[in-house]
Each structure stands twice: as structure tokens, then as C-alpha cells.
């Protein structure tokens, strides 16, 4: 869509606001009184969402570790070792909620986040300002939770955050920088990529010993082994690799089959075919588990065997229970179900969730045998359990919180766990939908598992070059290009222009549209040899087929700017800066947004170029119109008001520029949202205005 996009300019600087083709997301704008509670509730004493005290052996030297390292720094991560291949099972996610459970009275506040997603995120913090400030956060939006949940725990120190299965550390930047009056305890796969202020506590195996122990207290609850016994726990431990869910599980396998002897139930897994032969370590061994347990399951209940089917294609964590059970019919049979996966540790059940381990899940996907024609097994039933619970629903509003908030990690999952060549026919409808709903939050990144979905189901249904896969293959582009990926977002967007220019013509505006975008990604990827030239074609075809003065021309003549500023050439990025001004004010007024953003880019581009007395009375103008057209604290505002503050500092005039930046800093956090990625950089700016005029002799 068209309208204010803003790019970053300058090493320091916020962005320079201007106009072309971009998705922006919503504003979260909290009112006064609601804030002023971010400050003034309380955390009730010992306010949590733990989940119960687990059975952690043989991890004391690692939570004293834990307990050393953050009464000395605000953030460490419990990692796995190198040698510990693939999705884990080796008792991270236990160990940082047996820490968290021993020093419960020692926090104010302990709150559990599901952190494999951004959007998980941003639930699970949604949920912290649903238990402290009910009365509101019940009718507010998801990002407006969040926002006034970063907001609290700013206000009041002494928590403790646990991050669980962190897959990109990235995705922390936003809180961890924002949130220093606690204690960050993440849990990840990822030995590397982490900040420095971040120590890891690489993780193994058990030892032999606390291997056996713990095999022993899940297999006999009500006995002691004998000598015997614990010996055979011993070789049983070793052959599956000393890995605590392995244990487990094969523990809660014999404590509900006590007429199995451990050495008996060792000889079966070893003359077992292992199903995940060409899989991870760790696959391998809760594949032969897997085996056993399952062959339990189906004997007692073959219903526990398709529910668990069909749970290993949804998301792993607090998956709804509501969501699998049908209106009008007894349930009775599905909650029976979901107690013996439970009683075999097949699965976490609560009396609203139902949680499985990704590395479970893993093993059940890929062992899920599908027919001729059929999807694998559990596929359908998941499939159908979220168009159930989704399809007869309007589509989502930006502005409240709906059912399709609540399961979008579900949707995802069935998105993203979807076999090659599967046809999620029923499906492909919530994939679209929820992909523009994520997109209209700003959320593109996100958007992605979403996308290649609906667009491998419109290639199979409609043909790989009807309009609207083109359009989907677009904006699945769009979608890299916002993830950073643009290894795949170029290639792509060149293949959508020379389909569009085949299928739609070569200056249907979609076809101009995607050679815009393929522009924009050339410049971000620093390739301004490519996108000069594209951006200098496309603005050739705006001018011939819609005329010199139309708004898309206008726009691809801004953006042509912005390329060429990117690239350094400032001798024609002003001028031509200078001409589009010029133009809108004339066709589009001269307080128009569009006018607004490119007399900031100029006063961007002459900060630039060291011409500070141009510089700064235009972005004085710029900020006073955009205050009086937009409003106070409209991003595009803030965005101007902050690159004023940064060019103040380029002047020299550190007074203006920290009263200025503070009055920013304010602003975003009050209308972004702390944890936004302008108010971050504002934040920033402001600490070094600081130390600059600190260092400032005289």
C-alpha cells in the first residue's frame, strides 16, 4: 500500500520520512490514565505463571551457576553444548523452572514467556497486564497488553522474565535493552549469536548417576528398586543417551506398565526398528521410546494416538483444549484421551492447555504415515479443528482482541509444519486472512509460514501465473524483505515482475508496484548499482503511462531520490528532492503527508551533505506542519521531531538536542510503545547526546 514509510538516514538518525510503496502497522497510543496504572498497580505477592515444580536431578552446580551469574548481571541463557545436536531434550526448559520455583520469594514478580516467536512475545507478556490490570487489559488489543506490560515492569524492578526456547536471539533486543530493573533467564538451542551482556550456561547430558536417579523416581512412585533394579537403570539410562526427556518418558512408560521389568523394556527398544534413522541423535532415541509408548497407547486407547497425532502439528505450547473438542457432542472420550497422554508424559495437561516437547512432535510428523491420497496422520484433524473454530468468524480487527489472536500460533503451526505438495484446502482461506491481519499490525515478518502456504495452495488451485498468485508471490516477497531475508525477497520479487510483465503487461501497476519493491530491496542489500537504474525505469514508465503530476508518479520520483541518497549522490538526490516538493505542494497541497515526508527527506538529505543551516530551519518547518496536519505525537512527528534532536547534536548544540530527544524519548514510549525499534534508537541517542555533552570541555 502507499502512504508514509520511513527509512532509516544517517548512522544515527531515526528516519527520514518519506512516501512510497510500504507497510506500516498500527500506533498504540495508550491514554493517560491507563498508563498512570502502569505505575501505580501493584504485583500481588508472589504473582506468577509458573507452571508446577518440576523434577530437576543432578543441575545443582548449574543453579547455583544461575544464581551467581544473575546476582551479578540482569541476563543469562541457558544453552546446550555443541556436541547436543537438534532440538534438545536435555532438560533446559526443567532447569529454568526448578531455579525459578527455589527463588520464588526472592522476586517480586516471576512470569513465564513463550519466546519461539515474536508474537509469542508478545502474548505471554499480553497476558502479564491481563492478571494486573484485568479491568482494562480485557476489552484492550493485544499490542496495547504488551505495550502497557513493557510499560509496568519499567516502573517496578525486582522480577524475574524466563524466556523458554528462544530460537533467534534477536528477537530479545526489543525488551532487553528496554528492561534492566530485573532478571532476563532465557532458555535456547542457539550456543551462539548472543550480546556480550548475555553469559551462557551451555548444557549437556546428565551423568550416569543422576541419570539412573532420575529414571528411578518417574518409573517407580510408589517403591524403592531394588539393587537389581537400579543397576538395569543404569544400562537403560546409557542407551538412551542420558537425555532427561528420553527419561522421562521411558520412566512414565514403566510406571504404567509395572508388570514391565526395566531390563524387558531395554530388550525391546534395542530390537526395535528405528524409524528416525536418518534423523538427529536425539530423534533417534525418542523415536525407539516413541515406539514402545505408542504401541501402549493404541492398546489402552487408540483415541490418545490420533489426539496426539493431531497435536503435533499445532503449536507446542498451551495449545487450547477447547480447540479439539465439538460443540454439541460428549467430550468426555477426547478428555480421557488427554489424561493418559499426560499420565505417560506424552504430553503437559492442564485443565484448559495441552503442551507437547518440539523434539516429540518432530518424531511424530516425521514418522506419520499419510495414504495415496490422504494427508498424514493427525493432518486433517488439526486442520479441521482450527476451520472449526475460525471459519464461521469474521475476519480480525486491528482494534480488539479476537479469537484469532488467541490461535494464531496454532494457524502458524499448521502453516508452517505443512508437508511438500499437502493441500490445506479448507485451510488455505484462514492462511490469507490471518497473513493480512498480521500485516495489517505491521507484523510482515510474520506473515511468512502464512504466505508460502496460501501461495503453494493458489499455484495448485489457480495456476502458477493467475493474478492473484502473483499477487500472493508478492507479497510474500514483501514478507522476506521485512524478515531481512532478502537472499530470498530479490529473486523472488524478479521473478513476480517477469511474470506480472508476461501476464499483466508490463506497466500494469502491479508489475510497476514489484519493480518499486525490487527496487527498495536492491537498496537495502546495498546494491545501489541495481537499484538506481530500477528505480530510474520505473519512474520513466510512471511518467509515460500515468503522466508527471500523478501521486504514483510522484511517489516513484521521491523514491528515486531516496536511491540516489542512499547511494551517496546527494548532488542529484536534493534537486530532485527539491522537484517533487515542489510538485505535491502544487497537486497534492502543500501540508499534504506525502509533501510532509519528502520536505523531510530533503532536510534529511541536506544534513547529509553538512548543510546544517539548511538542515535545521527545514526540519523546524517540517515539524511544526506535521504537529498542526497529523497530530503531536503521529509517528511521522516523532520521526521528524527526533531527526531535529539528531541534526541539534550535528550542530553542536547539545542543549537543544538532549531537551529535544528527551521530549522524543517520552513521546514513543508513550505512543510506539517502549519496546518499538524508534523509541529504542531514541533512547539510544539521547545516552549519547548525554556522554557527548559530558565530555564537552568548558
Request: hydrophobic content about 40%.
Amino acid at each position: 500500500m502507499t502512504g508514509p514509510h520511513h527509512e532509516a538516514s544517517g548512522r544515527r538518525a531515526i528516519a527520514a520520512g518519506t512516501i512510497g510503496v510500504a507497510n506500516t502497522g498500527d500506533v498504540i497510543g495508550l491514554p493517560a490514565e491507563v498508563l498512570t496504572a502502569a505505575r501505580d498497580v501493584p504485583a500481588p505477592p508472589g504473582l506468577t505463571n509458573l507452571p508446577p515444580f518440576p523434577l530437576c536431578l543432578g543441575r545443582t552446580d548449574a543453579l547455583a551457576w544461575l544464581r551467581d551469574t544473575l546476582s551479578q548481571d540482569n541476563g543469562t541463557a541457558i544453552t546446550q553444548i555443541p556436541a547436543v545436536h537438534g532440538l534438545g531434550g536435555i532438560g533446559k526448559t526443567t532447569l529454568a523452572l526448578a531455579y525459578a520455583h527455589h527463588h520464588r520469594r526472592t522476586y517480586s514478580l516471576i512470569w513465564w514467556i513463550n519466546a519461539d516467536s515474536p508474537t509469542r512475545i508478545e502474548q505471554s507478556l499480553a497476558g502479564l497486564a491481563l492478571r494486573l490490570f484485568p479491568a482494562w487489559a480485557g476489552r484492550a488489543a493485544q499490542d496495547e497488553r504488551t505495550a502497557w506490560a513493557t510499560t509496568w515492569l519499567q516502573w517496578h524492578p525486582g522480577w524475574l522474565l524466563i524466556f523458554d526456547n528462544v530460537e533467534d536471539p534477536t528477537d530479545l533486543s526489543p525488551y532487553l535493552g528496554a528492561l534492566d530493573g530485573g532478571h532476563h533467564l532465557i532458555t535456547s538451542r542457539r550456543a551462539t549469536g548472543w550480546s556480550r551482556t548475555i553469559r551462557t550456561l551451555p548444557l549437556g547430558a546428565l551423568g550416569p548417576d543422576e541419570a539412573a536417579e532420575l529414571l528411578c523416581s518417574y518409573a517407580f512412585t510408589d517403591g524403592t528398586p531394588t539393587a537389581r533394579e537400579r543397576q538395569d537403570a543404569r544400562t537403560l539410562a546409557a542407551e538412551l543417551g542420558h537425555l532427561p526427556l528420553a527419561l522421562e518418558q521411558a520412566g512414565a512408560y514403566l510406571a504404567q506398565n509395572p508388570a514391565v521389568t526395566i531390563d524387558t523394556y531395554r530388550k525391546r527398544l534395542s530390537g526395535k526398528l528405528d524409524k528416525a534413522a536418518d534423523g538427529i541423535d536425539a530423534e533417534r532415541t525418542i523415536a525407539r521410546i516413541w515406539t514402545q509408548t505408542l504401541q501402549a497407547l493404541t492398546d489402552r486407547n487408540p483415541d490418545a494416538v490420533q489426539v496426539l497425532y493431531a497435536l503435533a502439528w499445532l503449536a507446542p505450547d498451551h495449545i487450547p483444549i477447547s480447540l479439539l473438542e465439538t460443540s454439541g457432542t460428549d467430550n468426555d472420550d477426547l478428555h480421557e484421551a488427554l489424561g493418559l497422554l499426560g499420565a505417560y508424559s506424552m504430553a503437559t495437561v492442564t485443565r484448559r492447555t495441552v503442551s507437547v516437547h518440539r523434539l516429540l512432535q518432530a518424531v511424530l510428523r516425521s514418522t506419520a504415515q499419510a495414504g495415496p491420497d490422504g494427508p498424514p496422520t493427525g493432518r486433517q484433524a488439526a486442520e479441521e479443528a482450527l476451520v472449526r473454530a475460525l471459519g464461521p468468524l469474521d475476519p480480525p480487527t486491528t482494534d480488539a482482541v479476537t479469537p484469532w489472536d488467541a490461535l494464531m500460533p496454532q494457524l502458524i503451526a499448521l502453516a508452517a509444519t505443512r508437508p511438500p505438495g499437502q493441500r490445506d484446502d479448507r485451510a488455505a482461506g484462514l492462511y490469507h486472512t490471518a497473513a493480512e491481519h498480521l500485516c495489517g499490525q505491521g507484523h510482515d515478518a510474520r506473515s511468512v509460514p502464512l504466505r508460502e502456504a496460501g501461495l503453494a495452495q493458489d499455484e495448485r488451485t489457480l495456476g502458477d501465473t493467475h493474478p492473484d498468485t502473483l499477487a500472493g508471490r508478492r507479497r510474500l516477497a514483501l514478507g522476506y524483505q521485512a524478515a531481512g531475508d532478502l537472499e530470498r525477497a530479490i529473486p523472488l520479487y524478479e521473478t513476480v515482475i517477469a511474470q506480472c510483465a508476461q501476464v499483466l503487461g508490463d506497466t500494469h501497476p502491479d508489475t510497476l508496484a514489484s519493480r518499486d519493491n525490487l527496487a527498495g530491496a536492491y537498496r537495502e542489500a546495498g546494491a545501489f548499482d541495481r537499484a538506481v537504474p530500477l528505480y530510474e525505469a520505473a519512474l520513466a514508465q510512471y511518467e509515460q503511462h500515468l503522466g508527471n503530476a500523478h501521486r504514483d508518479t510522484l511517489i516513484s520520483r521521491n523514491n528515486l531520490a531516496l536511491g540516489y541518497q542512499a547511494a551517496g549522490d546527494l548532488e542529484r538526490a536534493i534537486p530532485l528532492y527539491e522537484t517533487v516538493i515542489a510538485q505535491c505542494a502544487q497537486v497534492l497541497g502543500d501540508t499534504h503527508p506525502d509533501t510532509l515526508g519528502s520536505r523531510g527527506n530533503l532536510a534529511s538529505a541536506y544534513q547529509a551533505a553538512g548543510d546544517l543551516e539548511r538542515a535545521v530551519p527545514l526540519f523546524e518547518t517540517v515539524v511544526a506542519q506535521c504537529a498542526q496536519v497529523l497530530g503531536d505525537t503521529h509517528p511521522s512527528t516523532l520521526c521528524h521531531r527526533h531527526n531535529l534532536a539528531y541534526t541539534y547534536g550535528s550542530a553542536g548544540d547539545l542543549d537543544r538536542a538532549i531537551a529535544l530527544y528527551e521530549t522524543v524519548l517520552a513521546q514513543c514510549e508513550q505512543v510506539l510503545g517502549s519496546t518499538h525499534p524508534g523509541t529504542a534508537i531514541s533512547r539510544g541517542n539521547l545516552a549519547a547526546a548525554r556522554r557527548a555533552a559530558g565530555n564537552t570541555p568548558g
